[in-house]
């Protein structure tokens, strides 16, 4: 709610403030965007009349004096525009004569002066990149990824503090004095409104009260597992979803490429071993071909003998 709020009334002033110029700053902005039409781009009052911003109004004088000699339209009759050209410098010289109105166009002329939208008159506004988009885009849904598991560590291990709250009031009765010995009892873990430990729904689970502390009880596996603050999980910023996405990315590129670099090596192993096997069945196939003739000529001189 707050930060609707904010962004409510920062709203508000812009409104405020847009609202807040008046006819006398409608004219400078329309004579500054005229200057700038016809004696170019960036062409401020000053650098027109050419004085520093600094200059006192008798040098400003001196100066509209200087140019709109130059600028009259009876020195000027051919050139289109001349009169429109004079009458702009003399509202010129008129508002860096006054000092109000002198101290409005400083305003705007150090601050910068708002251009025409169509509908009214209005500051450049920032366009930011895809980029520059993304990454303010992540940064926040990570902040309120992190402010909602910090509100849902508080309200998880509230919740905690309650069951083990109510395990022990119906172990050891409302005065809550300890008694020796395991106690089961079962434990209502319906939602949880306010400081009145009022709770609602009827699912109940079986606990072990023994002494401090406080047991879950598996009745499939017979188990006991204890029950305290550190079953919240507490906010950090390695479980928001864009550093998760980052480590889940990770540890799917490494595991390849630490394959990728065993299986070359594998196969060389598989290829060393084949030709070894190869060179071998091959060395006996060639000493048994050597063995076959002398068996044979041993085998004659046996007939031989005979005979």
């Known amino acids: 709610m707050r930060l609707f709020s904010s962004i409510f009334w920062l709203l508000a002033l812009l409104v405020t403030v847009s609202s807040a110029w008046d006819k006398d700053d409608y004219e400078i902005f329309d004579l500054v965007t005229a200057v700038e039409a016809s004696e170019g781009k960036g062409t401020t009052f000053y650098s027109w009349l050419?004085?520093?911003?600094?200059?006192?109004?008798?040098?400003?004088?001196?100066?509209?004096?200087?140019?709109?000699?130059?600028?009259?339209?009876?020195?000027?009759?051919?050139?289109?525009?001349?009169?429109?050209?004079?009458?702009?410098?003399?509202?010129?010289?008129?508002i860096l004569r006054n000092k109000e109105s002198r101290e409005r166009y400083d305003f705007f002329y150090k601050n910068g002066v708002p251009k025409w939208r169509g509908t009214g008159y209005?500051?450049?506004?920032?366009r930011p990149?895809?980029?520059?988009?993304?990454t303010f885009l992540i940064i926040l849904t990570?902040?309120?990824?992190?402010?909602?598991?910090?509100?849902?560590?508080?309200?998880d291990h509230k919740r905690v503090q309650?069951?083990?709250?109510?395990?022990?009031?119906a172990a050891w009765g409302p005065k809550l004095t300890p008694t020796a010995g395991q106690r089961k009892v079962k434990v209502n873990i319906g939602v949880l409104h306010g400081e009145d430990g009022f709770s609602e729904g009827s699912k109940f689970i079986d606990a072990i009260v023994d002494a401090d502390n406080v047991y879950f009880l598996d009745v499939a596996s017979g188990q006991m597992?204890?029950?305290d603050g550190s079953i919240a999980v507490k906010p950090t910023v390695v479980n928001t979803w864009f550093?998760?996405?980052?480590?889940?990315?990770?540890?799917?590129?490494?595991?390849?490429?630490?394959?990728?670099?065993?299986?070359?090596?594998?196969?060389?192993?598989?290829?060393?071993?084949?030709?070894?096997?190869?060179s071998s069945n091959k060395n006996e196939g060639g000493k048994s071909q050597k063995q076959q003739p002398a068996v044979k000529a041993?085998?004659?001189?046996?007939?031989a003998a005979k005979k």
């Open 122 to 126: 209005y500051y450049s506004r920032f």
């Open 162 to 169: 309650h069951i083990i709250q109510q395990a022990r009031l």
């Open 243 to 278: 550093i998760k996405l980052v480590r889940s990315a990770f540890r799917k590129v490494v595991p390849k490429r630490s394959q990728d670099l065993k299986a070359p090596a594998t196969e060389v192993q598989d290829n060393e071993l084949t030709d070894a096997s190869d």
């Open 50 to 94: 050419d004085v520093p911003s600094t200059a006192s109004a008798t040098e400003i004088v001196k100066a509209y004096r200087k140019l709109s000699v130059k600028l009259h339209p009876d020195k000027n009759p051919n050139t289109k525009g001349a009169h429109e050209r004079f009458a702009k410098l003399g509202v010129v010289a008129s």
């Open 129 to 134: 990149g895809l980029g520059t988009v993304s």
């Open 142 to 155: 990570s902040i309120l990824q992190y402010v909602i598991q910090g509100i849902n560590y508080k309200n």
């Open 225 to 227: 597992h204890v029950i």
């Open 298 to 303: 041993e085998k004659k001189r046996r007939k």
